[in-house]
């Protein structure tokens, strides 16, 4: 599964666990470290956790396995790290404090559905 594919399947998660403003960098141009970054805010821990739990259901269940998480149940800030792909599921204050959007505003900025 390629890059893109990995990033359609996180966004789907992401969406069907209700989360708030899913966007995906392309990064591919500017970095090595991986292809694409998505990001995306829920309400509350639980809801974090809910869609850490399906973003990592469906790559695994489409056979892509994740290399590392940071964060824990408690986390306001998960990285969830597929090599290709990394996904930043964040609490709202997190998101608008570490602004990966400014920080990487170099790449190519897309929605879910431009993949």
Not at 6 to 34: F, G, N, P, T, Y
Not at 71 to 84: A, C, E, F, P, V
Not at 94 to 112: K, S, T
Request: net charge negative.
């Amino acid at each position: 599964m390629d890059a893109r594919e990995m990033a359609k399947l996180a966004c789907s998660a992401l969406e069907e666990k209700k989360a708030k403003d899913v966007k995906v960098i392309d990064i591919r141009e500017i970095s090595v470290i991986a292809d694409y970054f998505i990001l995306a805010d829920g309400e509350n821990q639980n809801q974090l956790q809910a869609m850490q739990d399906a973003v990592e259901e469906k790559l695994y269940a489409a056979g892509a396995h994740v290399k590392q998480i940071e964060g824990n149940q408690k986390s306001t800030w998960i990285l969830m790290d597929y090599g290709d792909i990394i996904v930043h599921i964040f609490s709202k204050e997190d998101r608008l404090f570490y602004d990966l959007e400014r920080i990487w505003r170099d790449g190519v900025m897309l929605e879910p559905g431009d993949l």
